[in-house]
């Protein structure tokens, strides 16, 4: 059940749709979760509104993005994790264009206790789960 909070900067011929369906794809293919869980949200920032070292992607000629998505602390590894970031940045290239090399991935690791949805938290779910197998 993560959340995906994207921004991007791009071409205008990006569809913002396929991010979020090749997000979605590597969530679930690589940190093992849920696609009919995993939300994603996208905002788009013109170029000329983006700034690294104190030049515009637009002045750059390249595009850029920040992905922050939560899930459950514990539930992926330490080499999972570098694949998700490793694979994103990947595919990123391929649907934006050339990137910046500072493009981010922050996997953000929470409590179970402290996240949830549907007005359950996860940890929540963790003990109804073993409930129903007792």
Known sequence: MP????????????SVAQVAQTLTRL???????????????????PAE????????LAQAGLASFWLDIVVVDGTNTKDEKAAYVAGVFAAM??????LHPESYVLVREVKADAYGHGGLTQEQRYVERKMKAA
């Open 49 to 56: 509104q983006w700034f690294i070292a104190g030049q515009s």
């Open 3 to 14: 959340i995906l909070n994207v921004k991007l900067s791009a071409p205008a011929a990006t």
């Open 27 to 45: 969530t679930q293919e690589i940190l093992r979760k849920d696609p009919n869980l995993t939300a994603v949200a996208i905002d788009v920032v």
């Open 93 to 98: 290239s391929a649907l934006l264009g050339p």
